[in-house]
């Protein structure tokens, strides 16, 4: 089966501009997630879609961020203003259900000058 | 609240020794746990996953883990290195949510 796809692999902008970054979850996978992973450190969740509902954003920065998944399949994350402590690797995951493994894809790497 | 600590940010081995990954979990209900590896530059692999049943975890690449209550932990292991399992590995708990341990960089020496 094909994996999660994200685009673009890598990013850079200056501090204030504005990104967005996409998800492609694997096919019939209800949920979806976005996870932040800063240098050194494990992987934070940042929010999990179930089918094209919110189901957790309580870590995601609202003044900044915000993801939707229209029609419950891809997904787009986007950061405006972005801040240098943006900097870091925005995954996507997708599993069947809410308690299934999770997929990842290979992550797009944003650098804010 | 479901929480997982990593001991060890770093471990080295040399190739055909035994690797052992540390993970202790914290969690209010009975726990779903995983290990992940993650590769440079890419996402993260699922190695094997614990909810219930048999305590002893077989997963991929002949990597295991046991699951011990009454320890709280869920060390990962490898009875014999290769080079090719060089990687950051991540153990994680599952409550409404996945949660990851900071992680651990293997390094494995010829």
């Known amino acids: 089966e094909a994996g999660v796809a994200q685009s673009p692999r890598y990013k850079i902008i200056e501090k204030r501009q504005s990104v967005a970054f996409w998800c492609n979850p694997i096919?019939?996978?209800?949920?979806l997630y976005w996870y932040q992973q800063i240098l050194g450190q494990g992987p934070k969740l940042l929010i999990q879609f179930q089918n094209n509902g919110v189901v957790d954003d309580s870590q995601l920065p609202k003044d900044r961020f915000s993801a939707e998944r229209l029609k419950g399949v891809d997904s787009t994350l986007k950061i405006q203003p972005a801040k240098l402590e943006d900097s870091a690797v925005y995954l996507c995951?997708?599993?069947?259900?809410?308690?299934?493994?999770?997929?990842f894809g290979n992550g797009t790497r944003l650098t804010v000058t | 609240a479901q929480s997982v600590t990593q001991l060890g940010s770093h471990v080295s081995v040399s190739e055909g020794a035994l690797v052992l990954l540390r993970c202790n979990y914290s969690s209010s209900v009975p726990p779903y746990l995983f290990w992940y590896v993650q590769y440079p530059n890419q996402g993260l692999q699922l190695l094997l996953k614990?909810?219930?049943?048999?305590?002893l975890v077989k997963g991929i690449n002949g990597f295991e883990a046991e699951f011990k209550k009454s320890e709280t932990s869920f060390h990962l292991t490898k009875p014999s290195a290769h080079m090719s399992d060089a990687a950051e590995y991540f153990c994680?708990?599952?409550?409404?949510?996945?949660?990851f341990g900071t992680g651990t960089r293997l390094q494995v020496f010829p």
């Open positions: 995951a997708s599993s069947l259900d809410q308690g299934s493994p999770l997929h």
């Open positions: 614990y909810t219930t049943g048999a305590t």
């Open positions: 096919s019939g996978h209800a949920t």
């Open positions: 994680a708990v599952m409550g409404g949510k996945l949660i």
